[in-house]
């Protein structure tokens, strides 16, 4: 059954109306709610997923083997979900989940942006559940006030070492692309994304920022920023291949041409890596092309200046001569 007949029997079940995330809040704990909204995070954050919609964001939690297709679920999927609201340890969350549905996937994450100076009024209630992204940090503190070197997981961190800007790493968060495991930045500021959660068994108070894997931390603004000179590999007469690596990940973009002030020709690789390469074939023998790379992502472009490579002869090359 598609999604959209499951949501008009549902309908006609006499279901919950679908409610924004804020009003759904609004209800309170012992309700029971249907909202739509955006997913946040995937299982780095294990059996907890938050969601988000234009105005606020909620908790859901769920055991994956009860509630089918709730373990599966990923950021930037689209879902609707039923279930009852409560509250643990100050946090309002949906449990139990009554049932998912996932709409679509590939959502674009939005993130509330705050200064790091104003971090600390940023962890508050109206932003329980949202995506937000602390800007400019400087430096990572333990609460015994020594800096953070590698993280570590269940363990609590001071954002710039201010009190009340707590940053929480779990357990789950593993494997290449985990937090656990990565070195913070020290070299320059950098921002921090995660989701504002809760943890206050006194049932106030007690906001936490929870990273979900290492690209969370960014730096450079999140610009690509290349981070390696374009060098041509698998020369051949008529072409090379071009290879270049940026900071951060973005699309793989290059212009290329016969005079470096009249780049006419333009390749384009929408996908996005902190890896790139991209060939360039149908070249002029023995001839040199310059070749300008950049490239592109949400938070901006990064361009390097064009740099001339040089196709090969097409020529044979000449026996060895014999003594």
Same mark, same amino acid.
């Given at each position: ?13 006499? !279901?919950?109306?679908? +409610? ?52 599966? +679920? ?34 674009? +994450?939005?993130?509330?942006?705050? #200064? ?10 109206? =932003? ?19 800096? !953070? ?9 001071? +954002?710039?070492?201010? %009190? ?20 913070? #930045? ?37 610009? #690509?920023?290349?981070?390696?000179? &374009? ?38 690789? %929408? ?34 200046? &064009? ?9 044979? &090359?000449? &026996?060895?001569?014999? =003594?």
């Amino acid at each position: 059954m598609t999604t959209t007949l499951l949501l008009l029997a549902g309908w006609l079940a006499g !279901a919950p109306p679908v +409610l924004t995330v804020k009003a759904a809040r609004a209800l309170g704990p012992g309700s029971t709610v249907t909202v739509r909204a955006v997913v946040l995070n995937g299982a780095e954050l294990g059996n907890i997923r938050y969601v988000q919609d234009a105005e606020a964001g909620l908790a859901i939690y769920a055991q994956p083997a009860k509630v089918p297709g709730f373990g599966e +679920l990923q950021a930037g999927d689209s879902v609707q979900v039923t279930g009852q609201l409560k509250t643990y340890n100050g946090l309002l969350e949906m449990d139990p989940v009554e049932s998912v549905h996932k709409l679509a996937t590939g959502r674009r +994450l939005r993130a509330l942006r705050v #200064p790091a100076g104003e971090a600390a009024a940023a962890f508050a209630e109206a =932003n329980e559940g949202r995506l937000v992204e602390i800007t400019g940090v400087t430096r990572l503190l333990t609460p015994a006030a020594t800096p !953070a070197g590698v993280l570590r997981g269940n363990a609590n961190y001071l +954002l710039d070492g201010t %009190a009340g800007a707590l940053l929480r790493v779990g357990t789950t968060s593993t494997g290449a692309k985990g937090l656990i495991g990565t070195t913070v #930045p020290t070299a320059e500021p950098f921002d921090v994304r995660g989701v504002m959660s809760q943890y206050a068994p006194g049932g106030t108070g007690g906001y936490q920022l929870l990273p979900r894997l290492a690209t969370d931390f960014v730096r450079g603004g999140g610009r #690509p920023r290349l981070t390696e000179e &374009p060098v041509p590999v698998n020369v051949s007469a008529t072409g090379f291949t071009v290879v270049y690596s940026t900071l951060n990940a973005g699309d793989t973009r290059i212009r290329y041409g016969l005079n470096a002030k009249e780049l006419k020709q333009t390749r384009v690789d %929408a996908a996005e890596t902190t890896e790139h390469s991209l060939t360039l074939d149908n070249l002029i023998p023995g001839t040199t092309y310059y070749v300008e790379v950049s490239s592109r992502n949400a938070a901006g472009t990064e361009t390097a200046a &064009p740099v001339p490579f040089v196709t090969g002869s097409g020529k044979r &090359p000449r &026996p060895a001569t014999k =003594n």
